[in-house]
C-alpha cells in the first residue's frame, strides 16, 4: 500500500474510533517513572534517597512472535545525594535487581551516577538518566518490560517540562568497545515532543488538544571492534500523533482520551532484514473512572520493526529471529484493565490485566503485572 493511502486509512480509522470513545495511547505509567528532585531549599545540602520497586509481571502469551514468562522480584537502589546549590545536585549509588528463584543473590548489579542542573523548565543529566518509562514513550517504539530489565540507563539527558510542554531527548550508551573488542558498540538515542495546543485551563475550550512526535534511534556499529559477524545498522522508528482530552470533576467518569499514532521504520543500513523500512497504525481509546481506567488498543502494522519496543508489537520474533509473523504482518486488539493507588505516604501500587486477540491466529493471549514502588529523599544536615 503505498504512503498516500497509509495516511488516508490511518485518518478514516481515527474519526471512526473518536465517534465511539475517547482515548489515550498510554497507560498512566507515574508511578514507575525515576525523577531526580532538585529543591532550591536544600542547598549545600547532603540527603540519602531510597528507591525500591517490586515487580511481577506475567506474559502468558503462546503465540510465536513472543513465548510467555514471569518477571517475579524486586529492584533496590539506595543513593547519597549533595545539593551543590538551587540549581545542581549530585547523586551516587548502587542498583541492585533480584529476581526471586535466580541462581545468583542478584540478578543484576551496578554503581548509579548522575549530576543533575536545573533551572525553571530546563533541566540536564549526565551518568545515569531518568530512564525506561520516564521517555513516555509508546509501548511500541519502547517495552514497557524496560522498567525491570533495562531499567538503567547511562548517557546524557535534556528535558523541558511545562504546563503545555513535555521535551525529552537522550542518548543512552549501551556497550562499549575497547580496540579489538569481538563486539560492535550499541547505543540508542531518542527524543519525545508532547506540546499541548489548546489547554482548558487558559482557554473557554472544554477539550484539551495536544501534538505528539516521537523518533527512536538504534544504532550497532564501530570502528575499531573486530567482530565480523554481526552487521552495522542504524535502526530509526518515528510515531507521529495527537491526544484529544477531556477531565470531569468529582463525576464517575474522570477522563476521556483518544489518542492516535502513525508509526514508521525505516532501516538505512542493511543488517540482512528482509525488509528495511515498514508503518503501523496504533490507535488507542482510554476511560478513567474513579475505580479504575479502561484501554482499548488497536494496533495494524506492516513490516515494522522496532529493536527497543515491546516485543509482542513486532514483526520479527524475540525468540527466534528467523521467524516472522505471516506477510510481515500484525493486527491486534488489546483491552486493558488499570488499577493504581497511593497507599501510604511515598508508597505506591499499580494493577493491570491486559488480553489480546490476534486478527490472523484468531488466538487470545493476555497478560497480568502487579508493581509496588517506594520513593524517598531525605536531606540530613548542612555541609
Known amino acids: 500500500m503505498c504512503k498516500q493511502k497509509h495516511i488516508f486509512l490511518f485518518f478514516v480509522i481515527s474519526y471512526f474510533i473518536s465517534t465511539k470513545y475517547v482515548a489515550f495511547a498510554q497507560l498512566d505509567n507515574t508511578y514507575l517513572q525515576d525523577k531526580i528532585n532538585i529543591n532550591p531549599s536544600d542547598s549545600n545540602r547532603l540527603g540519602v534517597s531510597v528507591n525500591v520497586f517490586n515487580y511481577m509481571r506475567n506474559t502468558e502469551y503462546f503465540n510465536k512472535i513472543e513465548v510467555g514468562r514471569t518477571l ?93 510542554t513535555f521535551f525529552d531527548t537522550w542518548i543512552n550508551w549501551e556497550k562499549f568497545i575497547e580496540r579489538g573488542s569481538p563486539f560492535k558498540e550499541q547505543l540508542t538515542t531518542g527524543i519525545n515532543i508532547d506540546y499541548t495546543l489548546i489547554n482548558p485551563k487558559s482557554t473557554n475550550r472544554k477539550w484539551n488538544v495536544s501534538i505528539i512526535n516521537q523518533v527512536m534511534l538504534s544504532h550497532r556499529g564501530g570502528q575499531i571492534d573486530k567482530d565480523s559477524i554481526n552487521k552495522l545498522y542504524v535502526k530509526i522508528n518515528t510515531a507521529t500523533g495527537f491526544r484529544l482530552s477531556k477531565k470531569y470533576a468529582n463525576k464517575f467518569i474522570k477522563e ?20 528495511d523500512n515498514g508503518s503501523a497504525y496504533y490507535i488507542n481509546g482510554f476511560v478513567d473512572t474513579k475505580y479504575l481506567g479502561v484501554m482499548l488498543s488497536y494496533w495494524n502494522a506492516q513490516n515494522f520493526i522496532a529493536p527497543q519496543g515491546t516485543a509482542v508489537y513486532q514483526a520479527q520474533s524475540i525468540d527466534n529471529a528467523a521467524y516472522f509473523s505471516p506477510s510481515n504482518k500484525r493486527e491486534l486488539f488489546f483491552v486493558r484493565f488499570l488499577y493504581q493507588k497511593p497507599l501510604y505516604d511515598k508508597l505506591y501500587m499499580t494493577a493491570r490485566f491486559e488480553p489480546f486477540y490476534d486478527f490472523k491466529t484468531t488466538d487470545i493471549d493476555y497478560s497480568y503485572s502487579f508493581y509496588v514502588s517506594y520513593k524517598m529523599d531525605n536531606g540530613f544536615g548542612k555541609k
Do not use: C, W
Request: net charge neutral; proline share 5%.
Open 72 to 164: 517475579f522480584g524486586y529492584q533496590l537502589n539506595p543513593s547519597l545525594f549533595y545539593q551543590a546549590n538551587p540549581y545542581v545536585k549530585l547523586q551516587a549509588g548502587i542498583f541492585l535487581r533480584n529476581d526471586f528463584g535466580g541462581e545468583n543473590p542478584y540478578t543484576f548489579a551496578a554503581p548509579t551516577y548522575t549530576v543533575k542542573a536545573q533551572k525553571n523548565n530546563f533541566s540536564f543529566l549526565f551518568g545515569t538518566l531518568e530512564s525506561a518509562l520516564s521517555h513516555r514513550m509508546i509501548e511500541p517504539m519502547f517495552d514497557v518490560a524496560r522498567v525491570i530489565e533495562n531499567r538503567l540507563e547511562n548517557g546524557f539527558q535534556i528535558k523541558y517540562v511545562s504546563d503545555k
Open 256 to 275: 476521556l482520551r483518544f489518542e492516535p499514532y502513525l508509526l514508521l521504520y525505516k532501516e538505512n543500513s542493511s543488517s540482512g532484514m528482509l525488509f
